[in-house]
């Protein structure tokens, strides 16, 4: 039987994924649950596991590719004694690879024709001839675009010396071009090319100047907050955080709790519990809006922002509300370590209902972070400052205080329910009980 591998959606409104590369080939046998490929989107780089074991007879997509969410991109023949038939395992159009040369006497056979069917080509004149360019070198789709979006001309692109197989040009050695890239002055043109139009104008290093292209990430992250700035109205809050009771807990637990656990107690989940219970308390901040609806979530799941060496990704606790402390350490810590090592399942990085980030880890005060869409609020933990406060009664002690910033759709949260959230977790994480149990 043969099984279809698709293009799996890698997060929360990602609608396509780039193929890094290829672990396996055609031909080879894999386990279920192998990697077999790597995929990347703005939202994780994803290790792409086997739907089934058998043998990989099909590979539809080459690497660099750009693939939509849902579309085959391999094809799994789960009988090894079918698969290793020569009648099953044919030569294979692969988008973005070159097509097989025409012979006069080899049969073509199409992709999507019934296994039994061949169509035949009985010579090579009969059959459109390649164009000047198909004959010369052979370039991806995703090369074609980068080509046409940068203004490089067909002649152009065939003085690129590629990297890839057969000395095909990849997006790595355009993007190496690109940035290397200098228009020839007017005189030393010797035939003028047109600029097409619509083209964007290519970017021109200056003196001191380096052109560095996104990678697919960094991409993919620019749209989707550029999305997010275009669809919400933005207002940001802050609040300040009397840390003391938070503090007092984890210094008393956090040696036994290592040595149980197997990592640290940190602030994050504390932080995510005092969310959970005023999220429960305004449930419009755990909400999403369509059009003139808004949708009220009944349950809690939390995204919380995690720093990549290349970007940022937001796994989801999911089912936050249903969760005690304890719970939600351990939730914490598996996410980010595996968002770290880059081993989170695509399930994982979509689904949340509100998210949390964190600037405070590198030492910022506070942040006005952009809205995860398609959630309407986002929270901003700052740096936890010891600093001296003005207590009831005008006297003064050091305090470890905190900055929390929340950032809202002004579409349906307005600055009173927005405020009132926000002081809302300011309370529970002032009124922490330092002596319950962990």
């Not at 097509?99 to 024709?113: F, H, I, R, S």
């Not at 009771?245 to 709790?257: L, T």
């Not at 009173?416 to 926000?422: R, Y």
Request: proline share 6%; hydrophobic share 40%.
């Amino acid at each position: 039987m043969r099984v279809n591998v698709i293009m799996p959606q890698l997060g929360e409104s990602v609608a396509e994924g780039t193929i890094l590369k290829w672990h396996k080939k055609v031909g080879d046998v894999i386990a279920k649950d192998e990697d077999i490929l790597e995929v990347s989107t703005d939202k994780v780089d994803s290790e792409i596991p086997a739907t089934a074991a058998g043998i990989l007879v099909e590979i539809l997509a080459a690497d660099g590719v750009t693939i939509q969410v849902g579309k085959t991109i391999a094809v799994i023949e789960t009988d090894v004694t079918e698969a290793q038939s020569a009648e099953k395992i044919k030569p294979l159009l692969i988008i973005g690879e070159p097509a097989p040369p025409l012979k006069e006497t080899a049969p073509v056979v199409a992709y999507g024709a019934p296994e039994s069917g061949v169509i035949t080509v009985s010579r090579p004149h009969e059959a459109k001839a390649p164009s000047q360019t198909d004959a010369r070198r052979f370039y991806s789709p995703l090369v074609r675009k980068i080509a046409a979006d940068q203004g490089i001309t067909d002649l152009e692109l065939d003085r690129i010396t590629g990297s890839g197989t057969d000395g095909r040009v990849t997006k790595g050695d355009l993007e190496s071009y690109l940035a290397k890239r200098q228009i020839p002055a007017p005189s030393a043109v010797k035939v003028p090319t047109p600029i097409p139009v619509s083209t964007a104008t290519p970017l021109i290093a200056g003196q001191g100047e380096e052109i560095v292209p996104m990678d697919v990430m960094r991409r993919k992250i620019a749209e989707h907050m550029v999305r997010s700035s275009h669809t919400a109205v933005h207002v940001t809050s802050v609040s300040e955080v009397d840390l003391k009771n938070v503090v007092i807990f984890r210094e008393r637990h956090k040696a036994a709790f290592e040595a149980r656990e197997g990592f640290k107690l940190t602030y994050t989940p504390i932080i995510i519990e005092a969310v959970v219970k005023a999220l429960k308390e305004f449930p419009y901040v755990n909400s999403s809006v369509d059009g003139d609806n808004v949708i009220l979530k009944h349950y809690i799941n939390i995204g919380m922002a995690v720093a990549l060496e290349n970007g940022l990704i937001v796994p989801v606790i999911k089912g936050a509300d249903g969760m005690n402390l304890l719970a939600l350490c351990r939730a914490v810590n598996d996410l980010s370590t595996r968002a770290r090592a880059r081993k989170l399942n695509p399930d994982e990085v979509h689904g949340s209902t509100f998210s949390i980030t964190n600037p405070g880890v590198f030492g910022n005060l506070f942040g006005s972070p952009i809205i995860n869409q398609p959630n309407v609020a986002i929270l901003g933990i700052g740096a936890i400052i010891k600093r001296p406060v003005v207590l009831e009664g005008d006297a003064i002690a050091v305090r470890p205080m905190m900055y929390v910033s929340l950032s809202y759709d002004h579409r349906i949260i307005d600055g009173a329910l927005g405020g009132k959230f926000l002081q809302r977790v300011a309370h529970y994480l002032e009124n922490f009980d330092p002596e319950i149990s962990i």
